[in-house]
């Protein structure tokens, strides 16, 4: 079967040599723009995609799209809403960057403790300032608040440790028992975290429910000259309100992401003002070339799978909580035409089939079919699919 796979983003040279290997026609266009995506989707089944952005007109121009892999964790860059509506699988490659976002976080909060960045730029620029920049507080017995205590964060917590620091986290899913098994100071809210900390890490996904989380209340009940840091996503800080915390309360900031920052690898920026007072980066918190390869063969992993399966692993857009309807489990003789009949039993009275699995037992005599329906079938259907001789047991949530 002939298989088109576009990838839109620089990746490692082997990945596209592998992808090849399986069989598929492999196109490499890493400069497209997301404007330009659309008119180069064309017949390509599987995109791969890291920062660039996968717009709903993507996904409608993508005619023979099936699946869209994100080479990394995130994937606020894609329109999940396009594209379940038209049935295309999203897939992640998760935690393969862990490691390397965590490195750079420790690396900022360092750095902006000690002016590293600032007192590099003197030097450069012919000016000795020791007396200036040798005025860092120290990390060894301060606090750090942790925002989000998933993969990243607690790979942050494991290093932050390691440097003496004291920890302290709010996390939607944390728990006072939890976090004493981590070793982590529990806080109840992320102002609670703002308010005792001596440094801020924010580590959450970016969803309607985080944008601006990060806001003139949270750096206002920050302390005096604390560090702020953000490799996460740029939008769920208010920068104009961190700018505010910098020129007012000597807040250190270092950031990696920036609300609305350029999708391509080289690009103009112009949010230079805020650059202007802060240790920055620019996204960089998963380009190491580990994480690169570790991501290689994640991505590489995921579409073997989806090929040889048809489904792929660590998909992020299909339903995982069961709606207002019901399970189906039928114990059956394996007979043609046994599960046809249980279909067209179930159309006949209106209910639509979401899910649905078969089992053949040894020596392929019986089989068990788990069926998962949008509502639960009246006990007359019931009796109706039971009294089949083909038909063992039916029994329903």
């Not at 490499?28 to 089944?45: C, F, M, N, Y």
């Amino acid at each position: 079967m002939h298989m088109k796979i576009l990838i839109a983003d620089q990746v490692s040279p082997k990945l596209i040599t592998d992808l090849t290997s399986l069989g598929a026609e492999v196109v490499s266009r890493p400069d497209v723009t997301p404007q330009e995506l659309p008119g180069l989707i064309g017949d390509a089944k599987i995109l791969i995609v890291r920062s660039k952005k996968v717009t709903a007109q993507t996904i409608a121009a993508g005619r023979n799209l099936s699946l869209i892999v994100r080479a990394g964790a995130g994937v606020n860059t894609i329109d999940l809403d396009a594209a379940s509506r038209s049935g295309t699988y999203v897939a992640n490659c998760p935690g393969m960057n862990t490691d390397a976002v965590a490195e750079l976080t420790i690396g900022l909060l360092i750095a902006c403790d000690r002016g590293i960045a600032d007192a590099t730029q003197a030097l450069r620029q012919g000016s000795w300032e020791k007396k200036k920049f040798g005025q860092g507080s120290g990390l060894k017995g301060r606090t750090l608040g942790i925002i989000g205590l998933g993969a990243i964060g607690l790979a942050t917590a494991r290093r932050a440790q390691a440097l003496d620091m004291h920890l302290l986290a709010w996390s939607r899913s944390l728990t006072p028992d939890r976090a004493d098994a981590l070793d982590v100071g529990y806080a109840a809210s992320p102002l609670e975290v703002a308010r005792q900390a001596d440094a801020v890490s924010i580590h959450l996904a970016a969803t309607p429910q985080t944008k601006r989380l990060i806001d003139a209340a949270f750096f206002a009940a920050m302390k005096e000259g604390a560090i702020f840091i953000n490799t996460s996503r740029g939008d769920l800080v208010d920068h104009e309100a961190l700018l505010h915390a910098i020129e007012h309360k000597g807040i250190k900031a270092g950031l990696d992401v920036f609300d609305n920052e350029p999708g391509a690898g080289t690009a103009p920026f112009d949010q230079t003002a805020l650059a202007a007072k802060v240790v920055a980066t620019p996204h960089i918190g998963a380009s190491t070339a580990q994480a690169e390869e570790a991501i290689a063969a994640e991505t590489l992993r995921v579409v073997q799978v989806f090929i040889t399966s048809g489904s792929p692993p660590n998909v992020v857009n299909v339903r995982t909580r069961k709606g207002a309807g019901a399970t189906l489990v039928i114990r059956h003789y394996n007979r043609v035409g046994v599960l046809a009949r249980v279909l067209d039993l179930l159309r006949d009275a209106g209910i639509n089939i979401e899910e649905m699995q078969n089992l053949i037992f040894e020596h392929h005599e019986a089989a068990s079919c788990s069926i998962t329906v949008d509502q639960p079938p009246p006990p007359a259907l019931l009796t109706r699919i039971a009294e089949a001789q083909e038909i063992i047991e039916v029994v329903t949530d």
